[in-house]
């Protein structure tokens, strides 16, 4: 069992940052972590994943050059840095731990976290 707890998000200006934390607990130990996000009416999407060595990891093209996924696995923490914010933006994001290797479908994530709402004004 994987536990996930979110927190970070808020309201922030078009254009502002927002870090978002996702702490991992429990058996971690072979689970790539990863960050969704949901709009109202929208499918979950997937934003960036992240093996706990750091060194390889993945955002998808909308956010990239703007997100940065980090993983501290000493703290056992994955980091989401968002700058430049959109209103677009604006979701629920969640952190999902997966024990497949570089997926990015939501169905082959197995431990979800609350998720934490976050929104971008114009």
């Known amino acids: 069992q994987v536990q996930l707890v979110e927190s970070g998000g808020g309201l922030v200006q078009a254009g502002g940052s927002l870090r978002l934390s996702c702490a991992a607990s429990?058996?971690?130990?072979?689970?790539?972590l990863g960050w969704f996000r949901q709009s109202p009416g929208k499918e979950r999407e997937f934003v960036a994943h992240i093996g706990w060595s750091g060194f390889v990891a993945r955002v998808t093209d909308s956010v990239k050059g703007r997100f940065t996924i980090s993983a501290d696995n000493s703290k056992k923490t994955v980091l989401l840095q968002m700058n430049n914010l959109k209103p677009e933006d604006t979701a629920v994001y969640y952190c999902?731990?997966?024990?497949?290797?570089?997926?990015?479908?939501?169905?082959?994530?197995?431990?979800w976290g609350q998720g934490t709402q976050e929104t971008v004004s114009s």
């Open positions: 429990g058996r971690t130990s072979g689970y790539m």
């Open positions: 999902a731990a997966t024990g497949a290797a570089w997926t990015s479908r939501a169905v082959d994530f197995d431990y």
